[in-house]
């Protein structure tokens, strides 16, 4: 067989050599391959003419008295190709030469891949088990420390850090940090308000993540961080602010022992993990205040004449009274306002702001809609002493104060300043609370700030002072409703079914069934501190 036919038959280049290792023949495959020519090779000796691998196995099998016939796939970084290699020996050697550099890619691409998927599970693994830890965790710390604990201590990171934002000054408060490295986490600590940027701080100031994919070379770290982390092992970094619509209460960041150590399945997962945790950070707030034995009452003054409700007032020339805040879970704030005409003169912008004839106060409605802060504005009750229904969301004095955990029990709009009063609670949250209103409006002023304690009733007590509130008809229609199983889903009985059980009309029963409903609601919620909103009896 000639050396063409042979090299019809291979699968790649065909070089042809003495079993002295002399090359006879080549063919432009092989001489390419090798980024040489044809002309080149012939009469040298392959172990000059092959590329140098870091294993030599070329070298090898043409070293001694005879050649040694094998296969192998090696790398040759001269021509930067991983080249596949068959020795066959005869009357003379042939060298088969194959190109495998396109298909190692492929090999080294999905084993990358599969080695991400395997972190990712694994990091999905610890993070089910933070989040399940963090909502039931009893306090902030607690969140912190689990989230730590947890990323920091499995391996999968070097280093763990959670800080909670701290007034007056917006710094980061050490909240937990685990790793083995003490010297990365006091310069943390350390560096926090100086000129250069932490990825922190950046996190905190952005309300968006920071992702470091080369501490060493990222400048704007400080000197002395870079240099611990360096000392630690520690290439690059990714910080997540802890926050839940819209409220960011911390950072949570986590260093990598890898340059570029977060992929983009990793972002996504620790970001739910940080979504978590600032819901959980969110709700322990407000169980604070749920559950405290004794609440500080504050009364902040708000004057800022651009808020939507000041500005309200102002244009239709009223008060707008706060009756009650329901916060909606999503960020905003359910309001629903009392419209008094008792308030200053309306602004010149028009006539069409004062009082209609029909007590529907149109400019009042027109404002309202046009607001972009305000939505769902509706009307519960118009007439003579009209009352509103509107959502507010952004950061304004309000919504801040239900994110930070306050309740918020009454306010006052006026056409130049608001005045609310909230319920908080009773540690050192107020002061955080107050300026973070703060830096929702032109200027606060924290009016009074009075600790009380809550009286416990008993349900007995509660029961009785229900039931001197009901009528018997009430009484009677409110029981056997209940024993008819009318409230159940799916119901028992129909509203007709109740009615004709007690003898009376169905638009009867429903009349005092909604009245014993609202005094049992009223009860509940204490709504019944304003007494012209109770029902006759």
Request: hydrophobic share 35%; proline share 4%.
């Amino acid at each position: 067989m000639t050396l063409d036919d042979r090299v019809r038959a291979a699968p790649g280049g065909v070089i042809e050599t003495g079993t002295d290792g002399r090359v006879l023949d080549v063919d432009e495959t092989a001489a390419t391959t090798l980024e040489s020519t044809a002309e080149a090779l012939r009469g040298t000796y392959i172990r000059d003419a092959f590329p140098q691998s870091a294993a030599g196995t070329l070298r090898e099998a043409f070293d001694g008295d005879g050649v040694t016939d094998c296969s192998f796939e090696e790398y040759y970084p001269r021509v930067d190709r991983w080249l596949a290699v068959d020795i066959y020996t005869g009357d003379t050697v042939l060298v088969y030469v194959r190109d495998r550099t396109d298909r190692k890619a492929d090999e080294e691409r999905t084993n990358r891949l599969e080695r991400q998927l395997e972190r990712v599970k694994d990091i999905n693994s610890v993070v089910a088990t933070v989040l399940q830890r963090v909502v039931g965790a009893s306090d902030r710390t607690s969140v912190g420390e689990t989230v730590c604990e947890r990323l920091a201590g499995t391996g999968l990171y070097r280093f763990a850090w959670v800080g909670e934002r701290d007034f007056p000054d917006e710094e980061l408060r050490e909240l937990a940090a685990v790793g083995n490295a003490p010297d990365l986490r006091t310069r943390i600590d350390e560096e926090h308000g100086e000129e250069e940027t932490l990825p922190e701080r950046a996190a905190l100031e952005t309300g968006e993540s920071q992702l470091v994919g080369a501490i060493a070379d990222e400048e704007s770290i400080p000197r002395g961080v870079r240099q611990a982390a360096f000392g630690h092992g520690v290439q690059s970094c990714y910080a997540l602010p802890l926050a839940y619509r819209g409220t960011t209460y911390g950072v949570v960041s986590v260093y990598s022992g890898q340059e570029d150590g977060f992929s983009e399945q990793e972002q996504a997962v620790l970001e739910t993990l940080a979504h978590v945790a600032g819901f959980a950070v969110r709700a322990l707030r407000q169980e604070d205040l749920l559950v405290a034995d004794t609440v500080t009452e504050v009364t902040i003054d708000v004057d800022d004449e651009t808020l939507p409700l000041i500005r309200a007032a102002r244009q239709a020339g009223c008060r707008l009274s706060l009756d009650g805040a329901v916060p909606r879970g999503d960020g905003a704030v359910v309001c629903y306002l009392s419209v008094d005409g008792t308030g200053s003169e309306p602004d010149a912008t028009g006539d069409e702001t004062k009082e209609g004839d029909d007590g529907s106060w149109p400019g009042l409605r027109t404002t309202l809609a046009d607001d972009e802060v305000i939505t769902d504005v509706r009307w519960i009750r118009d007439g003579e002493s009209p009352q509103i229904q509107a959502t507010l969301v952004g950061e304004i004095p309000i919504t801040t104060l239900v994110a930070w955990g306050a309740s918020v029990a009454t306010g006052e709009y006026t056409a130049e300043s608001a005045r609310l009063v909230a319920e908080a609670p009773p540690d050192g949250e107020v002061r955080r609370i107050v300026e973070a209103v703060d830096e929702t409006a032109a200027e606060t002023d924290l009016v009074t700030k009075t600790e009380t304690t809550r009286a416990s009733e008993s349900p007995e007590a509660f029961r009785n002072e229900l039931d001197e509130r009901l009528t018997d008809r009430q009484r009677t229609v409110l029981r056997t409703a209940y024993l008819s199983e009318y409230f159940d889903s799916p119901r028992g009985s129909t509203s007709e079914e109740v009615a004709e059980t007690l003898d009376i009309a169905g638009s009867t029963l429903l009349y005092h069934l909604r009245r014993a409903q609202q005094e049992l609601v009223g009860a509940y919620l204490e709504a019944d501190s304003d007494p012209s909103r109770r029902p006759d009896s």
